[in-house]
């Protein structure tokens, strides 16, 4: 009974976390539901042993995803009087529950329809992961099996900070993203962005080293390395760099990048794209790891910055 209960009750928290945040109609208050959503999802991947999953939906679902939707709630405080005056009237907001719900139903059939045991690949993945030389099942698949599809994901993180990078005026073009933050020098704030982002940064690229053999990987440690960077940003303790530098747009595009040659390579000495040769594939995971770890920290900490608004000049 105590073990079911232990289950349940995330179950029914996500579940009322979700729906709450689905119908409150302020913002910040529908961010923080989200927050603290993504946490609860954190505890139920943890219960069903998805220690990375876990990692990722903490770092990344509920917390740089949670930092840009507090922004974002912020710039829309001041229209939300505005908004709920033009809000749709209850005919619409009836017939969009019924879809919603309409979609839940067959969601919810479709998942209890699934044949026990359900299809999976895991045995064949399992016998074929000492060829990728790596012990972490996670990083084997996303780098092996699934390395297209972990490219990709890189590639859409940078073409998301370019469309960032649009957004900002014509006479700003090229300047630092985001305000420039004035905190008390010797606030709370500014004491734990001293205190706190040697550890992160140590503790980041911990998760992201083990990441071949144990939870862990670059997404992961990626993400607490840019939470760092942003803290220090918000306390006032560094800038973010002007967007027009040529370092900056290396390192953005080198982990990508890295990734598409070790594919091309892999056409030529494997025979398939994205293919490592015979005894190559945990050097090759390797190296691919350490090129996106810098650019997705990079990507990461700038998409969160925002667009440019100030001059490149101090």
Known sequence: MIVDAFYAAPALLILALGFYSTIVRDTFSATIGFIAYGLLLTVAWVQLHGVDVALTEAAIGGGLTGLLLVRASARLRPTEALARAEAPGGAVRLLAGLMAGGVFVVLAIAVLSLPDPAPTLAPQAAEHMAATGVGNPITAVLLAYRSMDTMLEAIVLLL???????????????????????????????????????????????????????????????????????????????????????????????????????????????????????????????????????????????????????????
């Open 160 to 314: 998301a900070l370019i469309g960032v990078w649009s957004l900002a005026p014509d006479r700003v073009w090229g300047g630092r993203p985001g305000p420039r933050y004035n905190a008390d020098p010797e606030g709370i704030l500014a004491f734990i962005a001293r205190v706190l982002p040697p550890v992160g940064i140590i503790v980041g690229i911990y998760i992201f080293w083990i990441g071949a053999d144990h939870p862990g990987g670059k997404f992961q440690g990626a993400t607490i390395v840019a939470a760092m960077w942003l803290l220090a940003m918000m306390a006032g303790l560094a800038d973010a760099p002007p967007i027009n530098r040529r370092w900056l747009r290396i390192l953005l595009v080198a982990g990508p990048a890295v990734f598409v040659a070790v594919g091309v390579a892999g056409t030529l000495t494997a025979g398939a794209f994205l293919g490592y040769p015979d005894g190559w594939a945990k050097p090759l995971i390797l190296v691919i790891e350490f090129a996106l770890m810098p650019s997705l920290a990079l990507t990461l900490g700038l998409i969160m910055s925002g667009a440019p608004e100030r001059p490149a000049a101090p």
